[in-house]
């Protein structure tokens, strides 16, 4: 009986460790979703780095700030051969606008948590909290490196390239992009567009937003 009960309890503890083993791997980080592919991989510090982001209207302009949730690059014979970042649409700021009042009322409206009625007009971070660009190769023009891959935004996938300065030691790199510009309907970010509502008149926002990246990932020690 004694032997039974020692075996028993072996049983428990055995599958309390699994369990947990399991649960760090499937929900502990978005990261586990990359493929396995052999080179040196650096994780994003997320608290040096900013997606810088400007939009337009005929008479003004607001600008602002994205965070990143987390992020990864792997490199193979000092390029980058595979990454992935998902951004904190919750982390979304305006940073032109100095009353609070102003600056939390934009920030809310791009957020879509002013009213149930505009949630969709911008990005609707109840239903999409997070957006991700996937490196999928990376080539070196002119001084510069060609980032090539995939952005989803709200649910929806387009292929983007941008060039960037990137420098690679042994324990860091650094990422700092040229400024891009992106359609948002592309991403179906339609509210105020001239190409999509034609009865706008002057009241119209911009297609093209204007990003700049700047990241900052250390290399994961084995």
Same mark, same amino acid.
């Given at each position: 009986?004694?032997?039974?009960?020692?075996?028993?309890?072996l049983?428990?503890?055995?599958?309390?460790?699994?369990?947990?083993?399991?649960?760090?791997?499937?929900?502990?980080?978005?990261?586990?979703?990359?493929?396995?592919?052999?080179?040196?991989?650096?994780?994003?510090?997320?608290?040096? =780095?900013t997606?810088?982001?400007?939009?337009f209207?005929?008479?003004?302009?607001?600008?602002?700030?994205?965070?990143?949730?987390?992020?990864?690059?792997?490199?193979?014979?000092?390029?980058?051969?595979?990454?992935?970042?998902?951004?904190?649409?919750?982390?979304?700021?305006?940073?032109?606008?100095?009353?609070?009042?102003?600056?939390?009322?934009?920030?809310?409206?791009?957020k879509?948590?002013?009213?149930?009625?505009?949630?969709?007009?911008?990005?609707?971070? =109840?239903?999409?909290?997070?957006?991700?660009?996937r490196?999928?190769?990376?080539?070196?023009?002119?001084n510069?490196?060609?980032?090539?891959?995939?952005?989803?935004?709200k649910?929806?996938?387009?292929?983007?390239?941008?060039?960037?300065?990137?420098?690679?030691?042994?324990?860091?790199?650094?990422?700092?992009?040229?400024?891009?510009?992106l359609?948002?309907?592309y991403?179906?970010v339609?509210?105020?567009?001239?190409?999509i509502?034609?009865?706008?008149?002057?009241?119209f926002?911009?297609?093209?937003?204007?990003?700049?990246?700047?990241?900052?990932?250390?290399?994961?020690k084995?």
């Amino acid at each position: 009986m004694k032997k039974l009960l020692i075996f028993f309890y072996l049983i428990v503890i055995y599958s309390l460790i699994s369990c947990k083993k399991e649960s760090t791997t499937a929900h502990g980080s978005y990261l586990t979703h990359l493929p396995e592919i052999k080179g040196i991989k650096y994780q994003v510090d997320t608290l040096r =780095s900013t997606i810088y982001w400007t939009g337009f209207k005929p008479s003004e302009k607001h600008t602002g700030t994205l965070k990143l949730k987390e992020g990864l690059f792997i490199c193979n014979q000092n390029t980058i051969a595979l990454g992935r970042f998902y951004m904190n649409m919750n982390s979304i700021t305006v940073t032109d606008l100095k009353d609070k009042k102003d600056k939390n009322k934009l920030e809310n409206h791009l957020k879509g948590l002013a009213d149930k009625n505009i949630k969709d007009h911008f990005f609707n971070i =109840s239903k999409y909290p997070i957006s991700d660009f996937r490196i999928t190769h990376s080539e070196l023009k002119n001084n510069k490196t060609i980032i090539y891959g995939n952005l989803t935004i709200k649910g929806i996938t387009k292929s983007v390239n941008f060039p960037a300065k990137i420098n690679i030691n042994n324990d860091q790199i650094s990422l700092k992009s040229d400024t891009l510009q992106l359609n948002r309907t592309y991403w179906n970010v339609n509210y105020g567009s001239k190409s999509i509502f034609d009865d706008l008149k002057d009241e119209f926002i911009s297609d093209q937003i204007h990003i700049q990246v700047n990241l900052i990932a250390k290399k994961i020690k084995k």
